[in-house]
């Protein structure tokens, strides 16, 4: 059964940082290109940033880009997001996903999906 399982959000002030993890099971991960998605209250799902299945080729948001680094340890089948300089309209539920190949190249469809960490940034 795939399962991915995400970890590392929570309450955090203007300008702070998190790292959040995406621990999966279930599959080859190295074998897949993955995913963070984001939702925001009252929002529809935002890109945020994706990786390829060896980490050679990563794409952001521009919303996020010099701020989040995606990043993957295939040794230990997870997938991580630091997000640092952190924005109030960065508060939502973080997805990671899956896509149903090895690149980034083509469209931005996946096939599993985790529940999701909550980000909540404030002062």
């Known amino acids: 059964e795939v399962q991915l399982v995400e970890s590392g959000g929570g309450l955090v002030q203007p300008g702070g940082s998190l790292r959040l993890s995406c621990a999966a099971s279930g599959f080859a991960f190295s074998r897949y290109a993955m995913t963070w998605v984001r939702q925001a209250p009252g929002k529809g799902l935002e890109r945020v940033s994706a990786?390829?299945?060896?980490?050679?080729?990563?794409t952001y948001a521009e919303s996020v880009k010099g701020r989040f680094t995606i990043s993957r340890d295939n040794a230990k089948n997870t997938l991580y997001l630091q997000m640092n300089s952190l924005e109030p309209e960065d508060t939502a539920v973080y997805i990671c996903?899956?896509?149903?190949?090895?690149?980034?190249?083509?469209?931005?469809?996946?096939?599993?999906w985790g529940q999701g960490t909550q980000v909540t940034v404030s002062s």
């Open positions: 990786i390829s299945s060896s980490g050679t080729d990563t």
């Open positions: 996903a899956r896509f149903p190949r090895r690149s980034l190249e083509g469209p931005y469809e996946y096939d599993y």
